[in-house]
DNA sequence: GTCTATATTAAGATAGAC
DNA sequence: GTCTATCTTAATATAGAC
């Protein structure tokens, strides 16, 4: 879909793989179907694959446009920023991105989980090298003293995992606290604000 | 399946759920057929079906009898030890049980990404009562001064994405770490002690 | 570009012999 | 209890009219 596209074609597209987005993010690639994401989208089943080849190729189109997004927070990491202000920014960014972006959040960790048949390149290459450059931006920073010493990569997991955790797992939160928070998230950005602050000041 | 059974019996329903484990864990539910079952259990489809009525059921099966071991580790926390060790603790048995049983936390990340369709009583009974429980015990372990005041909840979600990590993302994080660890788990006990030792101390 | 109708295959489940 | 053969349904994908 690299070819030049009419304003309906675009507008189609971009319809298809909210939908799409919506039905692999709740179900998974196996766990949905055809006729779900038609009737999340309006469009017929065979107008889907009008613009797309098959299913597959919908999941693909889906988790490659959305990579980039995905890793763009980790990339806005300055290394000539505030060591703690910038991880903590990072963290937050990530926070927002569970919160506003959960449907992503969710593509992303069923797929992961299965063994990530269809991204295992990018996160074996770009991903990897997006990583490995931050740890030494933050290794070096350790080095310098200003922030606590701490294993970088360790540091770059715990973020995914603790602000993803809210989106990933957005069901379980919600149940164990109901009754007390409607919305987690504020707790959530006290919470980890205070754990990464002990962790990093020296 | 709560009647008396044979050896025979027993033996074939431990061999289906354990090869119904290694095939949901990776697949998830829609994404795991009764074939791939069949094949890793070395029984045909249609005996799976003779000790149990439907692949919902395996499915039901497997999830009850892993929810109890799953909690297990927080039951074990108890009120009356050592409040920083007590939390400690309960952490280091949650990344053994991610170490040392992943099919299991990815069969249930699967099953909690997707809605928590099949466990959602427990989840909104068992589990929040057991968690509960155990937040007001950390609760009274603040206002007497022992640990740092943390909000109990997400001190306890936090355990559990931190350390579920491992497991659910391995393929990620040992993408990631390529030449760097070949087992990311000693460096994570270390990471992880760091965060929660600082966390908690007053 | 979009639709109805349909071909094709995969997968859950059952029948019935042994 | 276990198997081969088969039924049935659901789901991907295509054909062909408009």
Redesign the pocket.
Known sequence: MTQP??R??QK?ITTILDAALEVFSQYGYRG????QIALASG?????L???F????AIHIALLSSLMDTWLDPLRAMDSKGDPKQEILSYMHRKLEMSRDYPRESRLFANEIIQGAPRIKETINGELKELVDAKAKVIQNWISEGKIANVNPHHLIFSIWSLTQHYADFDVQVRSVLAGKEDDPYPEAKAYLDLLFTKLLTP
């Not at 080849?53 to 597959?56: E, G, I, Y």
């Open positions: 596209r009419t309906i074609q189609n949905s179907t055809l006729d469009l017929s089943k065979p107008n694959l009008y613009y080849p098959s299913k597959d």
